[in-house]
């Protein structure tokens, strides 16, 4: 557990993660659920989730992003929408826009849907259709999308991008833009979960990533005004961590379907830990004081070599998701880090299996 000084500088999260349900009409083989998908039965009620927003907006909390699974297929999405703009949270939907309408969609607007965040899977429909294992899913996010603008929301396209839609970085761009997006989101798989499962048939290879980081600084000079890009590099190629989530339970944390409330989205991979329910405590005493959520804040747990190094304050440590998953150990080292003893071992496990040439997907299901 971190010392008394983390608990005491810890500032209020800014932003809450709302993973409604792990129902989704879509199989994504990067999908960032976990591999034990949480039943309907298992999900929070309307009231508790209501009850969770309204303690979210007293700790400060001012975005509430909307997710799942596939959050539309909650029913009582209006309600929960309402119950954030009573308390003055600005909320985004993130969808596959694959169950939504003009009817809903107005709905959603009425009860104060603020944005609307849309996944695609491609550019084009075929790698799109593939990759959700959803015939017809690219041509309705086209739809809606169109939907989304008329109704005078503002959109951003994310796709997650991987081996089989890289070299299409271009066009990516070119359909944010036809679509008058206000931001695109360029997503690397983040490879835990599923996605872990589906390496081989989705990392890049080194040549892909650099000529894919060169459209993207090229894009975003020139259409900047028009269209915002984000960019979510990958780490197996990387000399240094990123800063995963701005650092573990500093800024953001996530409730799924069941009530778990995690540090970051990803968290329940790293598998022995014990995550407190909202159903048992409140949100602001698992922020401030539940022993997961202070474990990995600051940089008091560090061992050699993050401990002294000088980019430690920058990163802290990297992605304890991450360093579990190729290691073992959530303490280690996070191997996109060149000090890890396991950077080698990464690096040659991503260039061989982006030479491997697997195309099968393990679906989500």
Known sequence: MADGSVVSTLRPPIAMLAELTHRCPLQCPYCSNPL???????ELTTEEWCDVIRQAAALGVMQIHLSGGEPTARSDLVEIIAAAQAVGLYSNLITSGVMLDEAKLATLKAAGLDHVQISFQDSRAAGGNLIGNFKGG???KLAVSKLVRDAGLPLTV??????????RIEEIV??????DAHRLEVAHVQYYGWALTNRASLMPSRAQVDHATEVVEAARKEHRGRLAIDYVVPDYYARYPKKCMDGWGSQYFAVTPRG??????????ITGLDFPSVREESLAEIWAGAEIFNRFR???WMAEPCRSCEHRERDLGGCRCQAFALTGDATATDPACSLSPHHAEMLATAQAEADSGDPEYIYRR
């Open 260 to 269: 778990r409330m995690l540090p970051c989205h990803a968290a329940e991979t």
């Open 158 to 167: 994310n796709v997650v991008v991987h081996r089989q839609n890289l070299d």
């Open 174 to 179: 070119d359909l944010a833009l036809a679509l």
């Open 138 to 140: 690219h041509e309705k």
């Open 298 to 300: 600051g940089t008091d």
């Open 36 to 42: 034990d998908l949480q039943r309907r039965s298992e």
